[in-house]
T-cell receptor, first 115, second 113 residues
Framework: DTGVSQNPRHKITKRGQNVTFRCDPI?????LYWYRQTLGQGPEFLTY????????KSRLLSDRFSAERPKGSFSTLEIQRTEQGDSAMYLC?????????????FGPGTRLTVL | KNQVEQSPQSLIILEGKNCTLQ??????????LRWYKQDTGRGPVSLTI???SENTKSNGRYTATLDADTKQSSLHITASQLSDSASYIC????????????WGAGTKLIIKP
């Protein structure tokens, strides 16, 4: 399968714990995006990488959130000291730069439940 | 403020019937407008994409229209199937942004047999 993959698919944690999610984009897609989606809402932009450079961060990304893409391939999103309000679906998307359209290809998401 | 609003919030129709979902946006200028289909618990999948100069685009039983003057788009689904049950999200790309997409909240469509 050459689509965007995310792991784990589901994560249940207790409030105050740290969690880390992984995203593997489509090979050769140099742009990578993280979104958060709550029930009944569209995805909310969190952050964006071009290769290994993090070019933009939403104000939604508090200092408890950090994202990395060290080698310009896979990316990780870490949430420290989780809160119940962090419960959501975390989506990753990728796309190539220079494409004629800017369609983003989404992974299946990681559903986080904070108890 | 750039916004995308969709209606209805949810819709239930019988299998085989047609339906039309609406999207109003205030994003201006914009480069393109997309409709995504999102199955429950899955990531969104692109259905159609239209630039500001296009006014219709089809993908099988899905037909999207765009009126840039009134800032409205619609997604028409013909001969609905049970597998069409999903959320349909309207997404607009602002002209001046390299990364930011403006997402609607989606319309939840349920097809009943």
């Amino acid at each position: 399968d050459t689509g965007v993959s995310q792991n784990p698919r589901h994560k249940i944690t207790k409030r105050g714990q740290n969690v880390t999610f992984r995203c593997d984009p489509i090979s050769e897609h140099n742009r990578l995006y993280w979104y958060r989606q709550t029930l009944g809402q569209g995805p909310e932009f969190l952050t964006y990488f071009q290769n290994e450079a993090q070019l933009e961060k939403s104000r939604l990304l508090s200092d408890r959130f950090s994202a990395e893409r060290p080698k310009g391939s896979f990316s990780t999103l870490e949430i420290q000291r989780t809160e119940q309000g962090d419960s959501a679906m975390y989506l990753c998307a990728s796309r190539p730069s220079g494409a004629s359209t800017d369609t983003q290809y989404f992974g299946p998401g990681t559903r986080l439940t904070v108890l | 403020k750039n916004q995308v609003e969709q209606s209805p919030q949810s819709l239930i129709i019988l299998e085989g019937k047609n339906c039309t979902l609406q999207c109003n946006y205030t994003v201006s200028p914009f480069s393109n407008l997309r409709w995504y289909k999102q199955d429950t618990g899955r990531g969104p999948v692109s259905l159609t994409i239209m630039t500001f100069s296009e006014n219709t685009k089809s993908n099988g039983r899905y037909t999207a229209t765009l009126d840039a003057d009134t800032k409205q788009s619609s997604l028409h689904i013909t001969a609905s199937q049970l597998s069409d049950s999903a959320s349909y999200i309207c997404v607009v790309s602002p002209m001046d942004s390299n990364y930011q997409l403006i997402w609607g909240a989606g319309t939840k469509l349920i097809i009943k047999p």
